[in-house]
C-alpha cells in the first residue's frame, strides 16, 4: 500500500524490519543501552553481526525520544538509525517521547542525506504502547514533517503482523 504524503512516498507492509534491502536506512525500535534484545533490537543485531553492538556502545545510553546512527554492518542497507521509544505508562508524555523518535530520526536521516528510510512500530511491542494510538502519533508527525523534508524521498513502515498492517493501511497507508 502506498500514498503521497507532500512530496514523500509513503508504504505501509508487512514484513521484517531487518530484510529491506532497498532502503538506505532502517530504523531500530532500541533499548537505551542500544545493545541487542528483544523483537526489532534482536533482528537488527543478528542481521548486522556484532560490530553493530561495539559501535552502538560509546554512543550509549540515550534517553526516551532521542535517536543515534550508525552504519549498518553487515545488514543490507547503509544505516541504522536507533530510537528509544518510550515505554507506556512510565515514560510520559508518551506522545510526545513518541513523536520525538519519529522527528529525530528523520532529522538525522536528512543531515546524512539518505533518500529512503523504513521504520518499525516503535514502542508497540516490549515497550506496550497500544499499536492504533502510536499509529496515529505516527500519522500526524509524518504530516507535519513530511514538507520540512528534503533529502528523505521514501517513508516505509514495516509491520510484523497482518492485524498490525491494516490498523496502518486504515489511518496512514
Ligand atoms: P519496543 O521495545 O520499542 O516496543 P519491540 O521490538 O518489542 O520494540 O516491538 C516493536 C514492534 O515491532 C512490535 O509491533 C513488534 O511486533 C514488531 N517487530 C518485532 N520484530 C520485528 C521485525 N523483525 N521486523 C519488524 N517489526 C518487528
Known sequence: MKT??????????????????????????????????????????????????????????IKPGEAVITGAHNLPNQYVIHCLGPVYGVDKPEAQLLANCYRNALRLAEEKRINAVAFPAISTGIFGYPLRDATNVVADTIKKMAPTLKNVKSIRFVLFSQSDLEVYKEILC
Do not use: Y
Not at 509513503?10 to 532502517?26: F, L, N, R, S, T
Open 4 to 61: 503521497i504524503i507532500g512530496n514523500i512516498t509513503v508504504e505501509c507492509v508487512q514484513g521484517d524490519i531487518a530484510a529491506q534491502p532497498d532502503m538506505a536506512a532502517v530504523v531500530n525500535a532500541a533499548n537505551a543501552q542500544l545493545m541487542p534484545g528483544g523483537g526489532v533490537a534482536g533482528a537488527i543485531h543478528r542481521g548486522a553481526g556484532p560490530g553493530l553492538a561495539e559501535e552502538c556502545r560509546p554512543l550509549a545510553p
